[in-house]
């Protein structure tokens, strides 16, 4: 699979994602998503179609509180997801651009 990313696997553009790309980018890490997986990365998506901004991880656990519970919705939940973190991998397979946290700390 052919796509323009960064120097550490990011999509350039946003828009070239799909669920394809995701499994992709997914199995680059050896990580199979199942269906919360693919609850956050959804969540991700249209939260990013509806600001134009990459949702940072504590809009995210606001949302989740919404649809899974205050129980559930934890920084703990999200690393079980992506052991790699939000940013690193959660973002990444959703098809996002590098955060700048990211930038920043390198």
């Not at 600001?51 to 559930?72: A, C, D, F, N, Y």
């Amino acid at each position: 699979m052919e796509l323009a990313t960064d120097d550490d696997g990011f999509l350039l553009d946003p828009d070239d994602w799909n669920e394809d790309v995701a499994r992709h980018i997914a199995e680059q890490t050896q990580l199979e998503l199942n269906e919360d997986h693919w609850r956050v990365i959804h969540m991700i998506r249209q939260l990013y179609t509806d600001s134009g901004v990459v949702p940072e991880l504590r809009t995210i656990l606001k949302q989740l509180k919404l649809t899974i519970g205050k129980e559930q919705a934890t920084r703990k939940y999200i690393y079980n997801l992506f052991p790699y973190g939000y940013g690193q991998q959660g973002c990444k397979i959703a098809g996002m651009r590098k955060p700048l946290k990211l930038w920043l700390d390198l």
